[in-house]
T-cell receptor, first 110, second 115 residues
Framework: GENVEQHPSTLSVQEGDSAVIKCTYSDSASNYFPWYKQELGKGPQLIIDIRSNVGEKKDQRIAVTLNKTAKHFSLHITETQPEDSAVYFCAASYGQNFVFGPGTRLSVLP | NAGVTQTPKFQVLKTGQSMTLQCAQDMNHEYMSWYRQDPGMGLRLIHYSVGAGITDQGEVPNGYNVSRSTTEDFPLRLLSAAPSQTSVYFC??????????????FGEGSWLTVV
C-alpha cells in the first residue's frame, strides 16, 4: 500500500524566514497531493493541493512543488508569520482515500 | 451551514464500555470518513462511506463499527472500549470520493480517553 513519510517532525523558524516541509510517497499511482494545516484544538484544514500533472503551484506565501520521478513533494512557506505556527500534514491519494504523513509541528518565533 | 459537526468533544470511558461518536454534515456530501490521530502517526483511516447504505473498512477498523443510514449522518461506534483506543477522532466529508480537487472537510475532533 501507500506509505507517506514527512520531514522534519518539528521545525522552528524566525518570523519572516522561509519554512520547507518535505514528503515522499511510495505508490506511483497516487495523483493528488493536498496539504493540511491543523491549529491547536481544531480539525485539519486544506491550505493548498497539487495534481500529478503539475510541477508547482503557488498561493500567496504558500507554494507546493512535486517531483513525480523522485516521488516527493514539498510545502514552501515564505515570509513566515506567528499565525503560521501549527501542525502541517501532507497526504497522497490512494484509491478512494488518502494516506497522511505523520505531521510537522511548525513554530514561528517572533 | 455548520460544515462537519462532531459530538461529544470530550469523553472518558472505562475499559469495556461502549459508546457512539456522532458526526453530521450539512453540505450534501456523499463521502464521509472517520480518522484517528495519534502522536507521531498522522491521521489513520478507520472506516469510510461513499454514500448512504455503503460503508467500508480503512486502515485501522478493528474495534469500531459504522453505519450510514442517511447522507447527513455517519456515527462511529466503539463496541468494547480499550485503552489502545485513547485518541483524537476526526470525522470528515467531501463531495465525492477522493481525487484531484476533491477537498476533504474535517470536524473539530473528539478527544476520547479510555481508562
Amino acid at each position: 500500500g501507500e506509505n507517506v513519510e514527512q520531514h522534519p517532525s518539528t521545525l522552528s523558524v524566525q518570523e519572516g524566514d522561509s519554512a520547507v516541509i518535505k514528503c515522499t510517497y511510495s505508490d506511483s499511482a497516487s495523483n493528488y497531493f493536498p496539504w493540511y494545516k491543523q491549529e491547536l484544538g481544531k480539525g485539519p484544514q486544506l491550505i493548498i493541493d497539487i495534481r500529478s500533472n503539475v510541477g508547482e503551484k503557488k498561493d500567496q506565501r504558500i507554494a507546493v512543488t512535486l517531483n513525480k520521478t523522485a516521488k516527493h513533494f514539498s510545502l514552501h512557506i515564505t515570509e513566515t508569520q506567528p499565525e503560521d505556527s501549527a501542525v502541517y500534514f501532507c497526504a497522497a491519494s490512494y484509491g478512494q482515500n488518502f494516506v497522511f504523513g505523520p505531521g510537522t509541528r511548525l513554530s514561528v518565533l517572533p | 451551514n455548520a460544515g462537519v459537526t462532531q459530538t461529544p468533544k470530550f469523553q472518558v470511558l472505562k475499559t469495556g464500555q461502549s459508546m457512539t461518536l456522532q458526526c453530521a454534515q450539512d453540505m450534501n456530501h456523499e463521502y464521509m470518513s472517520w480518522y484517528r490521530q495519534d502522536p507521531g502517526m498522522g491521521l489513520r483511516l478507520i472506516h469510510y462511506s461513499v454514500g448512504a447504505g455503503i460503508t467500508d473498512q480503512g486502515e485501522v477498523p478493528n474495534g469500531y463499527n459504522v453505519s450510514r443510514s442517511t447522507t447527513e449522518d455517519f456515527p462511529l461506534r466503539l463496541l468494547s472500549a480499550a485503552p489502545s483506543q485513547t485518541s483524537v477522532y476526526f470525522c470528515a466529508s467531501s463531495y465525492s470520493i477522493s481525487g484531484p480537487g476533491n477537498t476533504i472537510y474535517f470536524g473539530e475532533g473528539s478527544w476520547l480517553t479510555v481508562v
